[in-house]
T-cell receptor, first 111, second 113 residues
Framework: TQLLEQSPQFLSIQEGENLTVYCNSS?????LQWYRQEPGEGPVLLVT?????EVKKLKRLTFQFGDARKDSSLHITAAQPGDTGLYLC???????????FGAGTRLFVKA | EAGVTQFPSHSVIEKGQTVTLRCDPI?????LYWYRRVMGKEIKFLLH????????ESGMPNNRFLAERTGGTYSTLKVQPAELEDSGVYFC???????????FGQGTRLTVV
């Protein structure tokens, strides 16, 4: 069974600080997505990474896919209160179409 | 353009009753997915439709759950009879093709008491 472990589960930081969220697995994923979810809404896709070693940037967010396609990280530079939310990683397993989600990292950025 | 819509947004039912959740995907999206998040756990895949056909239903927990997508448009997920452990948030998502972005609905929060 493929699993995605996210860490930390909860993060509370001050505005302006940097942070990194990790998503790890012992399994290989053909692609990996990062979502952000706000209360009362469904997850919204931020980025998809496909190639091992790939790095994608979205303004202050930097996403990296591990060389072996088993892990990923999300780095936020100079966090702002608007970054507050639940961040989820999700992976497309190899050999199937089922999407597997991590449990999420709840981020709170204090002004 | 309307996004993925789910109805109802909340449902509270008694153990043993039946509940039907509805999902209207984005118009023209052939792929429709159901997911569930039980309290404290990760979002888990339930099943995947391509048009009206079930492509993968390996995530359906048991035979108390029945999903349909007649005509390949909206989908329903019926739970009959509901049990306490069925409580959670049920998400629907749709995508145009298999490898394009999936858009999620706001979810239906089901509480079985």
């Amino acid at each position: 069974t493929q699993l995605l472990e996210q860490s930390p589960q909860f993060l509370s930081i001050q505005e302006g600080e940097n942070l990194t969220v990790y998503c790890n697995s012992s399994s290989v994923f053909s692609s990996l997505q990062w979502y952000r979810q706000e209360p009362g809404e469904g997850p919204v896709l931020l980025v998809t990474v496909v190639t091992g070693g790939e790095v994608k940037k979205l303004k202050r967010l930097t996403f990296q896919f591990g060389d072996a396609r088993k892990d990923s990280s999300l780095h936020i530079t100079a966090a702002q209160p608007g970054d507050t939310g639940l961040y989820l990683c999700a992976g497309e397993g190899t050999g199937g179409f089922k999407t597997i989600f991590g449990a999420g990292t709840r981020l709170f950025v204090k002004a | 353009e309307a996004g993925v819509t789910q109805f109802p947004s909340h449902s509270v039912i008694e153990k043993g009753q039946t509940v039907t959740l509805r999902c209207d995907p984005i118009s023209g999206h052939d792929n429709l997915y159901w997911y569930r998040r039980v309290m404290g756990k990760e979002i888990k895949f339930l099943l995947h439709f391509v048009k009206e056909s079930k492509q993968d239903e390996s995530g359906m927990p048991n035979n108390r759950f029945l999903a349909e997508r007649t005509g390949g448009t909206y989908s329903t997920l019926k739970v009959q009879p509901a049990e306490l452990e069925d409580s959670g948030v049920y998400f629907c998502a749709s995508s145009g093709t298999r490898n394009t972005e999936a858009f999620f609905g706001q979810g239906t929060r089901l509480t079985v008491v």
